[in-house]
């Protein structure tokens, strides 16, 4: 029997999990196969609807499910937290037992370092994990005039256009209660740019131009005074706010660090195209654990989740591991209340900017509630093999 082990129940890692189950059905039934996802957490979130809490455009119970209710038949769940993996004795010890694999995917995303920015925590807002969500608002709820800092701590971050989202979504939020000119929107961040595509941040520019929306670029953040309501860059400048929403610091999970093959900062290192660990043919990693240079989005997640779980199929079946990724990504990015475009991006092809429209609006707010069962779980894959 060869044993497939899935740590981490992110967007890739069901992804990986439902692809591997439907199309080694068989496999799995008749004993030869057994695939495995470990992940300690009861729910599996739908992240892009966090930012949408936010603006009442999703409530905060649709975005999550419990985890048993996304997976496919022949996926057993393992619910345990992983914490350590041995890629050399290819086992990998959880809290209460120590698992051998054959192949490995690791899934297990981004986490938050709040501590790498003094008072970032107790000073500032923000949109990536549910409570914090319902938190910012019931406080926007409540804001009526003043200053509001949109930024980034640091780079990278997942989803790359959703600093963007929510300035313009707060635009048309204070426009809609008549108070637009009572608040200030400034956008903040740590590069040169409003994006990391120049043609892209020519594009917003253009939009905050448009929208009264101030912009404050290459400013580096360090710390958040939370006395003087100022934050502070890396140069001593500062900037004073009486709301900031920060996307907080990212770094990969505290499991890569344990187990020691991960970067300085805790990402992957894995080959581009086919996604292995580097030095392990037998080990793959997806979605924001990796140290791609591609966005740390759920469409990447899944796009390298098919190609891994290919690749594993391949070699199961006694054949060469062809498929590979080709750094392929998109997002659909809201640009104020009823209107939204699309990005996509690939290794060849540099990020386009769609021109933004009511249709890409709807399709974003479609896909809301289309995403158990068009991604998380696809029921077409149960039927067409």
């Not at 082990?5 to 199309?23: D, E, F, W």
């Not at 660990?277 to 759920?298: C, F, M, P, R, W």
Request: charged share 20%; net charge neutral.
């Amino acid at each position: 029997m060869k044993t497939i082990a899935i740590v981490g129940g992110g967007s890739g890692g069901v992804s990986a999990a439902n692809h591997l189950a439907y199309k080694l059905k068989g496999e799995i039934k008749e004993g030869k196969v057994k695939l495995l996802l470990i992940e300690g957490s009861t729910r599996h979130y739908y992240q892009p609807g966090f930012l949408e809490i936010v603006f009442d455009l999703m409530t905060p119970q649709s975005t999550y499910k419990n985890e048993k209710r996304v997976l496919a038949d022949g996926v057993t769940l393992t619910q345990e937290y992983a914490s350590r993996i041995d890629l050399e004795n290819r086992t990998i010890t959880t809290e209460k037992q120590k698992i051998p694999y054959d192949y490995l995917v690791i899934a297990t995303g981004a986490s938050y370092d709040y501590g790498a920015v003094p008072g970032l925590k107790e000073g500032t807002h923000n949109f990536y994990s549910l409570d914090s969500s319902v938190d910012l608002k019931s406080v926007l709820n409540h804001f009526k005039s003043g200053k509001i800092v949109v930024g980034i701590s640091s780079m990278p971050y997942k989803c790359t256009p959703a600093p963007l989202e929510a300035v313009f979504l707060l635009n048309d939020y204070f426009a809609r209660r008549g108070i637009r000119d009572k608040v200030e929107i400034e956008y903040m961040y740590p590069m040169p740019m409003a994006f990391p595509d120049k043609g892209i941040s020519d594009i917003a520019l253009r939009m905050f131009k448009e929208k009264g929306i101030k912009s404050n670029l290459g400013f580096q953040l360090k710390t958040v005074d939370n006395e003087k309501h100022e934050l502070v860059d890396v140069n001593g400048k500062r900037s004073s706010f009486d709301l900031a929403i920060i996307v907080p610091p990212h770094r990969g999970n505290k499991l890569i660090d344990n187990s020691g093959f991960g970067d300085k900062m805790g990402w992957v290192p894995v080959d581009p195209l086919t996604l292995n660990i580097k030095g392990h043919e037998n080990a793959y990693a997806i979605g924001d654990a990796t140290n791609l240079q591609v966005s740390k989005a759920g469409s990447v997640a899944d796009a390298e989740a098919i190609v891994v779980s290919d690749r594993i199929i391949q070699s199961i079946s006694g054949g060469d591991s062809v498929s590979v990724y080709d750094g392929s990504g998109g997002a659909l990015m809201i640009t104020g209340i009823g209107s939204a475009s699309m990005i996509t991006s690939s290794y060849t092809q540099k990020p386009v900017f769609m021109p933004e429209s009511y249709s890409f609006y709807w399709i974003k707010l479609i896909y809301n509630n289309l995403y158990w069962n068009m991604t998380a779980k696809p029921v077409l894959n149960g039927v067409v093999q």
